[in-house]
C-alpha cells in the first residue's frame, strides 16, 4: 500500500491512458479501413452480381519462351454493365513466381514491374487493367491446367495459359 502512495499521480493518469488506449487498439485496430483478404476496402470489391471478363481468354505460346503475354481485365457493373473504375482484384496463378519452386511464368504490371500470384491490383480510370505474363525460358511443354484466377468479391473468371517448347 505505501509504494501506491510513493507514485506520483501524474505517472498513474499516464499509465491508465496507456492500458486504455492499448485495449482500444487491441479491439479495433489502428484505424484500417481495409476489409477484407485483398486488402482494399469494401466500396473497392466488385458487387454482387458483377462481371469479370478477360481478354484473350486463352493464349497458347510456342517456342522459346522469354515473351510476355497481355491479358486485359474488365470488371463490369451489375446492373448497367459498364466498366467499373477503382475496383480492386487478385491475380492468382498455381505456377507463377516467385510462389512456386518452378515457376513457369511471372506476372507482370502495367509498367513491367513483377507482382506476387495472389497481388492486388486496381482497375484504371477508363474501368480496365491490363497485365502481362512472362513465360519462362526453359520451362518446357505445359498444358490449360495452368490457369490464371482473377478474382474480386464474388465475382472470379479463369483463362488458360499453354506453353509448347518453351
Avoid at 504490371?109 to 491490383?121: A, C, I, P, Y
Avoid at 490449360?144 to 483463362?159: F, L, W
Wanted: proline fraction near 4%; hydrophobic fraction near 40%.
Amino acid at each position: 500500500m505505501k509504494i501506491i502512495t510513493q507514485i506520483p499521480k501524474k505517472l498513474i493518469a499516464i499509465l491508465i491512458l496507456l492500458m486504455l488506449s492499448a485495449s482500444v487498439i487491441l479491439l479495433k485496430g489502428c484505424g484500417s479501413t481495409k476489409d477484407d483478404s485483398t486488402g482494399c476496402r469494401s466500396e473497392q470489391i466488385a458487387p454482387a452480381g458483377s462481371t469479370i471478363t478477360v481478354s484473350p481468354t486463352t493464349v497458347s505460346q510456342s517456342g522459346a519462351g522469354g515473351n510476355t503475354l497481355l491479358w486485359t481485365v474488365v470488371i463490369l457493373d451489375p446492373v448497367n454493365k459498364l466498366p467499373m473504375n477503382g475496383i480492386c482484384f487478385t491475380v492468382s496463378g498455381a505456377f507463377a513466381a516467385p510462389n512456386t519452386v518452378l515457376p513457369l511464368y511471372a506476372f507482370l504490371d502495367k509498367d513491367k514491374v513483377q507482382f506476387n500470384s495472389g497481388g492486388t491490383e486496381k482497375t484504371n480510370n477508363a474501368g480496365y487493367y491490363t497485365f502481362g505474363t512472362l513465360i519462362t525460358a526453359g520451362s518446357g511443354t505445359w498444358s490449360e491446367s495452368n490457369s490464371i484466377h482473377i478474382r474480386s468479391g464474388t465475382a472470379d473468371t479463369a483463362v488458360s495459359l499453354s506453353c509448347a517448347g518453351c
